[in-house]
Protein backbone atom coordinates (compact mmCIF):
# COMPACT_ATOMS: atom_id res chain seq x y z
CA UNK A 1 0.00 0.00 0.00
CA UNK A 2 1.14 3.63 -0.92
CA UNK A 3 1.91 5.43 2.05
CA UNK A 4 3.15 9.16 2.30
CA UNK A 5 3.45 10.66 5.93
CA UNK A 6 4.39 14.63 6.69
CA UNK A 7 5.51 14.95 10.35
CA UNK A 8 7.10 18.44 11.22
CA UNK A 9 4.04 21.31 11.59
CA UNK A 10 3.88 23.35 14.24
CA UNK A 11 3.84 26.97 15.32
CA UNK A 12 6.36 29.21 15.03
CA UNK A 13 6.94 33.45 15.18
CA UNK A 14 7.22 35.39 11.65
CA UNK A 15 11.00 35.07 10.58
CA UNK A 16 11.24 31.53 12.43
CA UNK A 17 12.12 28.14 10.39
CA UNK A 18 10.56 24.67 10.42
CA UNK A 19 11.62 21.18 8.77
CA UNK A 20 9.15 18.87 7.21
CA UNK A 21 9.20 15.24 6.14
CA UNK A 22 7.45 13.02 4.42
CA UNK A 23 7.69 9.22 4.86
CA UNK A 24 6.64 6.94 2.25
CA UNK A 25 6.57 3.30 1.66
CA UNK A 26 4.43 0.89 -1.24
CA UNK A 27 6.25 2.26 -4.04
CA UNK A 28 9.43 2.69 -5.34
CA UNK A 29 10.40 6.54 -4.32
CA UNK A 30 13.38 7.30 -6.09
CA UNK A 31 11.60 6.65 -9.61
CA UNK A 32 8.99 9.46 -8.67
CA UNK A 33 8.82 12.99 -8.74
CA UNK A 34 7.63 14.17 -5.25
CA UNK A 35 6.10 17.55 -4.32
CA UNK A 36 4.85 19.97 -1.66
CA UNK A 37 1.40 21.70 -1.74
CA UNK A 38 0.10 23.87 0.74
CA UNK A 39 -3.68 24.78 1.28
CA UNK A 40 -4.91 27.91 3.90
CA UNK A 41 -8.12 28.25 5.13
CA UNK A 42 -10.38 29.33 2.18
CA UNK A 43 -8.05 29.14 -0.13
CA UNK A 44 -7.34 26.56 -3.05
CA UNK A 45 -4.36 23.91 -2.88
CA UNK A 46 -0.80 25.52 -4.24
CA UNK A 47 1.90 24.26 -5.40
CA UNK A 48 5.58 25.10 -2.98
CA UNK A 49 8.49 23.18 -4.92
CA UNK A 50 9.03 19.89 -7.07
CA UNK A 51 12.03 17.62 -6.83
CA UNK A 52 12.83 15.35 -10.00
CA UNK A 53 12.96 11.87 -9.00
CA UNK A 54 16.48 11.70 -9.01
CA UNK A 55 16.75 15.09 -7.07
CA UNK A 56 18.77 17.10 -9.28
CA UNK A 57 16.56 19.11 -10.64
CA UNK A 58 13.81 21.36 -8.14
CA UNK A 59 11.37 23.83 -9.25
CA UNK A 60 9.79 26.32 -6.41
CA UNK A 61 6.95 28.50 -6.30
CA UNK A 62 7.61 32.37 -6.17
CA UNK A 63 6.71 32.62 -2.63
CA UNK A 64 9.48 29.89 -1.95
CA UNK A 65 11.78 30.90 -3.48
CA UNK A 66 15.29 32.11 -1.19
CA UNK A 67 13.33 31.03 1.57
CA UNK A 68 12.46 26.64 0.95
CA UNK A 69 14.48 24.10 0.28
CA UNK A 70 13.14 21.26 -0.87
CA UNK A 71 15.25 17.87 -0.58
CA UNK A 72 15.23 13.87 -0.91
CA UNK A 73 16.83 10.86 0.39
CA UNK A 74 16.22 8.18 -2.33
CA UNK A 75 17.86 5.56 0.18
CA UNK A 76 15.26 6.67 2.98
CA UNK A 77 13.02 7.02 1.14
CA UNK A 78 12.11 10.53 2.44
CA UNK A 79 11.01 13.86 0.93
CA UNK A 80 11.75 17.42 3.00
CA UNK A 81 11.26 21.08 3.19
CA UNK A 82 13.29 22.93 5.17
CA UNK A 83 11.85 26.76 5.70
CA UNK A 84 13.50 29.63 6.85
CA UNK A 85 12.52 32.98 6.82
CA UNK A 86 8.38 32.21 7.90
CA UNK A 87 5.94 34.57 7.58
CA UNK A 88 1.86 34.45 8.77
CA UNK A 89 0.65 34.22 4.80
CA UNK A 90 3.20 30.73 4.98
CA UNK A 91 0.54 29.52 7.33
CA UNK A 92 -1.35 26.59 5.82
CA UNK A 93 -1.54 23.19 5.67
CA UNK A 94 1.40 21.20 4.09
CA UNK A 95 1.07 17.93 2.00
CA UNK A 96 3.31 15.78 0.14
CA UNK A 97 2.21 14.56 -3.06
CA UNK A 98 3.52 12.05 -5.71
CA UNK A 99 3.86 12.75 -9.68
CA UNK A 100 1.26 11.13 -11.49
CA UNK A 101 3.50 9.01 -13.33
CA UNK A 102 7.17 7.29 -12.75
CA UNK A 103 9.54 10.34 -13.74
CA UNK A 104 7.31 12.84 -14.79
CA UNK A 105 6.63 16.03 -12.49
CA UNK A 106 3.86 17.52 -13.97
CA UNK A 107 0.48 16.47 -12.06
CA UNK A 108 0.27 14.88 -8.73
CA UNK A 109 -1.92 12.89 -7.80
CA UNK A 110 -1.36 11.08 -4.52
CA UNK A 111 -0.87 13.07 -1.46
CA UNK A 112 -0.37 12.80 2.12
CA UNK A 113 -2.58 13.27 4.93
CA UNK A 114 -0.99 17.03 5.62
CA UNK A 115 1.00 19.07 8.71
CA UNK A 116 -0.12 22.42 9.92
CA UNK A 117 2.00 25.39 9.49
CA UNK A 118 1.02 27.96 11.57
CA UNK A 119 3.30 31.68 11.84
CA UNK A 120 2.39 33.95 14.12
CA UNK A 121 3.27 37.63 13.43
Known amino acids: QVRLEESGGGSVQAGGSLRLSCETSGYTFSNWCMGWFRQAPGKAREFVAR????????DYADSAKGRFTISRDNAKKTLSLQMHSLKPEDTATYYCARGELPGACGEFDLWGQGTQVTVSS
Open 51 to 58: IFPAGTSV
